[in-house]
């Protein structure tokens, strides 16, 4: 069983890596925090959950125990696996995800792709007393972006879950909100934002 991963990283998208260690590449699915940390960086050290299917093996990796932990409570509920958890943790921050299962807010959590108010409410039913977790969190590190930058956070948002003419309507309001100088990591952010309202 593999639980923490530690190597040069390969490759980074907003929903994956690609970990070199021991000569071998390790595919990890992350959430979007889990990329704002890595994102710059020549190396990464993750905490990782190892789904085992009769059909495939993945990996899932975090960049703090309480995303893990996080990630293990909903993937434990009946109708949500490891693709939907990680879009969750991509479409809130683990401290407002248990303020908001606290406060039972169905509608903000109904506000994530793939998560219906049915859903939303069996997240607020099951983990109302298993997801207590520390205040935490820190900003996310912004890089040095690719040219094709509009194109490559709507192709995020879609591999989130988010419909391709939303993504391209939230990136093109959040582009003239922060101007041309806004980075791939700001950008994101903001059309999160504007989709998730």
Excluded at 33 to 49: C, F, N, Q, R, V
Excluded at 95 to 113: K, Q
């Amino acid at each position: 069983m593999i639980a923490w991963l530690e190597g040069k990283l390969r490759t980074l998208q907003a929903d994956e890596a690609v970990i070199m260690s021991g000569g071998v590449g390790y595919r990890v699915q992350i959430p979007l925090s889990t990329y704002y940390k890595l994102e710059g960086k020549p190396d990464a050290a993750l905490h990782i959950h190892m789904h085992v299917r009769e059909d495939a093996l993945s990996l899932y990796g975090f960049s703090t125990a309480e995303e893990k932990f996080a990630f293990e409570k909903l993937i434990a509920i009946s109708g949500i696996g490891p693709r939907l958890a990680q879009v969750i943790l991509s479409g809130i921050e683990v401290p407002e995800l248990a303020e908001a299962i606290v406060r039972g807010d169905t509608r903000r959590l109904s506000s994530i792709p793939g998560v219906g108010k049915k859903t939303s409410e069996r997240i607020c039913l099951e983990l109302r007393d298993k997801l207590i977790l520390p205040e935490g969190g820190s900003a996310p590190r912004t890089a040095p972006v690719p040219i094709a930058l509009e194109d490559d956070v709507i192709s995020a948002l879609t591999n989130l879950g988010y419909r391709q003419p939303n993504a391209e309507a939230a990136v093109r309001d959040a582009r003239k909100e922060m101007g041309a100088e806004a980075e791939f990591s700001a950008l994101l952010k903001q059309a999160l934002r504007r989709l998730t309202r």
